[in-house]
């Protein structure tokens, strides 16, 4: 394939691990946290609770890392909100369903610790800082048909926060992608119902996402809150538990180098404003430091052609610094070749990377390939429909971008993008070329290059399906976390014909909401070498380590709740206490 890129991504610190008898201690701490998402400051918060001196250094000057760029789930199989829901979420289910979606493909030990711990953790975050949890409404586990699956209560949201209270500190906290995240106080349930504006409008039992949202918007301003949710909503009660338990952190502060003695890690080198600076760790170092999505060479080097920092909707720090510096300790490697993927877009007629999951999922809508085929469930998890977009490509003729397709009733009834139903798209969003518009299905073909009898024959076969609410294809609508997206007040919630002109085509990409390799660790969440050994002194959690998940995606959250998680967990075990 051809690598259709013009971004180099962005670049990580000259990154280089120093001898400890060449230095000259900054300062002395007990424990030292690298990077500032969910992972690391529930570790901080964890080690300080323990007794431990503890440190945050933040390479960039905002505060959250890319857990504050998403939305916002923890996905914690066991957890105490489930089991106060009336039922019992128990070990031999959570085993059977970890077995049936993650199999070998993570060692037993890390699976294991992460069920054991992930619920301590939430426990433990929630009387020892100001994140309160609850469960996402009728969020289902991302293959809920498997065995131990469930439809809802694994995945948990955090409570809408008001962040005023940060003061000063505000500006530090890094914004979501999503422009409704902050002064709006939905969740992930309420953010899908704005995508469903105007079904929500007819739903009269209920006060509806879009009453919410406008009662918020109006009471915020009016008695000055400001109101996070999503993944801001987890970073901002825990930087303000950061900051009230006076736990120091630095940011704009890169991590340049680990200190070591004897193999062991005994402290980092770091480098800002005033200049470079040498910190002991005694307890150890935790890479909370996320993966290598924004860095293109490294992309280059072990993800799946074509590839492109600028399709991840990762924070800019993304740059693989925890792995740089681990292979120079000669730290195993794991999972390298995979990431968190989703596919995204330019529907919006902006430069970031929009995240592409509702429209994929809603009636009326259906993905083809270069050559005008369908390939998958276009409302399959969206870790799935970027492996199928790389198996889907006419690899001979090069990389084509897929194209999602819908026509004008779908337009009328759903949200696109950022624009609401009935309201007429903006003239931007078609001047890149990546937005189409037909008046019908030959010139849409013949604008997307898409050959017209492939594509025919595809809606043809499409809609005849939808006739009978049933995707003989692919079994689009026919798993409960299908539905979750769709659309409720259909026979199926993710089936309807496309045949209403004008019609439309998005371009999409194999993005990703960042990688999932990197060094590998035990149950302890300990860096191990390539002998299997620890690394005396160094700890991974989040993206920094090759996942727990393995080469899965189990339900909405697996990126943070095993971050959060086995950062409590290294945290525990430096304090003597894991």
């Not at 945050?56 to 996905?75: F, L």
């Not at 280059?300 to 693989?320: C, K, N, V």
């Not at 997206?485 to 002109?501: C, Q, R, Y």
């Not at 999932?516 to 920094?544: D, F, K, M």
Request: net charge neutral; glycine share 10%.
């Amino acid at each position: 394939m051809s690598n259709p890129l013009d971004s180099a991504g962005s670049q990580p610190p000259d990154i280089k691990n120093i001898d400890a008898a060449s230095i000259r201690w900054s300062k002395e701490l007990d424990w030292i946290v690298i990077g500032s998402g969910g992972g690391g400051l529930t570790s901080a918060i964890t080690a300080h609770k323990h007794g431990l001196e503890t440190l945050i250094v933040e390479k960039t000057p905002y505060v959250g890392g890319t857990t504050a760029r998403s939305g916002g789930g923890v996905w914690i199989p066991g957890n105490s909100l489930y089991n106060l829901d009336k039922t019992i979420d128990t070990q031999e289910d959570i085993k059977a369903y970890l077995n049936a979606t993650i199999g070998d493909s993570s060692p037993e030990p890390l699976k294991a610790a992460y069920m054991k711990n992930g619920p301590r953790m939430i426990d433990f975050i929630e009387r020892n800082s100001h994140l309160k949890f609850r469960l996402t409404p009728r969020y289902a586990d991302y293959y809920p048909e498997k065995p131990g699956g469930r439809i809802a209560g694994r995945s948990m949201e955090p409570v809408p926060f008001d962040a005023k209270c940060l003061g000063d500190e505000l500006k530090n906290l890094r914004e979501s992608v999503l422009p409704v995240a902050r002064g709006a106080g939905i969740g992930l349930t309420q953010a899908r119902d704005l995508y469903y504006v105007m079904r929500e409008m007819r739903e009269k039992d209920r006060l509806s996402a879009v009453a919410r949202f406008i009662y918020t918007a109006i009471t915020d301003f009016l008695f000055g809150r400001t109101t996070t949710s999503l993944g801001q909503a987890i970073i901002a009660p825990l930087y303000y538990s950061i900051l009230k338990q006076e736990i120091p952190i630095e940011i704009n502060t890169p991590f340049t180098g680990l200190v070591v003695e004897d193999k062991r890690v005994v402290g980092i080198a770091v480098s800002n404003a005033q200049g470079e600076f040498y910190y002991k760790a005694r307890k150890g170092v935790l890479f909370a430091t996320g993966g290598f999505a924004q860095n293109q060479k490294m992309r280059e080097e072990y993800l799946p052609q074509p590839t492109g920092a600028q399709w991840s909707l990762t924070a800019e720090g993304d740059t693989g610094d925890a792995i740089i510096a681990g292979k120079q300790l000669d730290a195993k490697l794991g999972l390298m070749d995979e990431a968190w993927w989703t596919p995204v877009s330019h529907m919006t007629g902006n430069a970031d990377p929009y995240f592409n999951i509702c429209e994929r999922s809603a009636p009326g809508t259906i993905v083809v390939n270069p050559l005008g085929q369908r390939f998958v469930n276009e409302a399959a998890p969206y870790c799935d429909f970027v492996k199928g977009m790389y198996k889907s490509q006419d690899k001979p003729t090069g990389y084509q971008p897929c194209w999602l397709i819908m026509d004008a009733q779908h337009r009328r009834r759903y949200t696109l993008g950022s624009t609401p139903p009935l309201i007429p798209l903006l003239g931007k969003y078609f001047k890149s070329g990546e937005f189409i518009k037909a008046g019908s299905i030959q010139e849409l073909a013949q604008k997307t290059k898409v050959p017209f009898e492939a594509l025919s024959e595809t809606l043809q076969k499409f809609n005849k399906d939808c006739l009978t609410h049933k995707d003989t294809e692919f079994k689009r609508g026919d798993s409960a976390y299908d539905n979750y997206f769709g659309d409720g007040s259909m026979p199926n919630p993710n089936l309807e014909t496309i045949e209403k002109a004008p019609f439309y085509a998005v371009k999409l990409f194999p993005g990703d909401i960042g990688t999932r390799g990197g060094l590998v660790t035990n149950e302890h969440a300990q860096v191990l070498s390539n002998e299997g050994n620890p690394v005396e002194g160094l700890y991974a959690t989040g993206n920094a380590m090759a996942s727990v998940m393995g080469h899965s995606y189990p339900g909405p959250g697996s990126t943070i709740g095993p971050s959060m998680t086995f950062g409590y967990v290294a945290a525990m075990h430096a304090a003597g206490e894991g």
